[in-house]
């Protein structure tokens, strides 16, 4: 079945570090490809989106690039904030819609 | 403001008492979805609904039951059957066609 592989936590940073965290998923059909952030004692926010081979999603500084051949979709931020800590998930969702394929999650935490 | 609304945010119930949660959404979304998600772990599909009167068994749907009489809710019932219910609960909805999905703030069921 469909699949979602998160590079595993908990990561620790430190303020205005680089930031990548791994995301795979498995290869069939044709998934948009998704990354939410969840701050603590919250419900899930999207943070960006890609729907199609190379398009890259980016927002609040974040980015990630829907990569076939590699079959990722890694996150990356520049420089980290206290206020980037939180736990992070990577999802998949398939053409026809409905379900929604969750990674496991990756806490960061940002200290100053 | 558009949006989808979880009630209460914390609960507390007596073992082998049924309780219902509440989630509301008026985006006009025709698809809404039950989560639980467990202390340090990932979400895991309870039951999701693509239209009215009709709702599908997610992953872990033994213990629960829903209802969806009307486009704008998506009860569940956490019942008696349910041996574990302590947990946080998430609702999501999404548009038919394309499959982002947008939170509610999430419910804490704590069982006594």
């Known amino acids: 079945g469909n699949s979602v592989t998160q590079m595993e936590g908990p990561v620790t940073l430190s303020e205005e570090a680089f930031l990548t965290i791994n995301c795979t998923y498995t290869?069939?059909?044709?998934?948009?490809l998704f990354w939410y952030v969840q701050y603590p004692g919250e419900g899930l926010q999207l943070l960006l989106k890609?729907?199609?081979?190379?398009d890259k999603g980016s927002n609040k500084g974040f980015e990630a690039t829907y990569r076939k051949e590699t079959t990722s979709f890694h996150l990356e931020k520049g420089s980290v904030q206290v206020s980037d800590s939180a736990v992070y998930f990577c999802?998949?969702?398939?053409?026809?819609?409905?379900?929604?394929?969750f990674g496991e999650g990756t806490q960061l935490t940002v200290n100053p | 403001d558009g949006g989808i609304t979880q009630s209460p945010k914390y609960l507390f119930r007596k073992e082998g008492q049924n309780v219902t949660l509440s989630c509301e959404q008026n985006?006009?979304?025709?698809?809404m979805y039950w989560y639980r998600q467990d202390p340090g772990q990932g979400l895991r599909l309870i039951y999701y609904?693509?239209?009215?009167?009709?709702?599908q068994k997610g992953d872990i749907a033994e213990g629960y039951s829903v209802s969806r009489e009307k486009k704008e809710s998506f009860p569940l019932t956490v019942t008696s059957a349910q041996k574990n219910p302590t947990a946080f609960y998430l609702c999501?909805?999404?548009?038919?066609?394309?499959?982002?999905?947008?939170f509610g703030p999430g419910t804490r069921l704590t069982v006594l």
């Open positions: 999501a909805s999404s548009t038919a066609s394309y499959n982002e999905q947008f």
């Open positions: 290869a069939t059909g044709y998934p948009s």
């Open positions: 890609a729907t199609k081979a190379d």
């Open positions: 999802l998949r969702g398939e053409t026809s819609g409905s379900r929604l394929t």
């Open positions: 985006l006009n979304h025709d698809a």
């Open positions: 609904s693509q239209i009215v009167n009709d709702f």
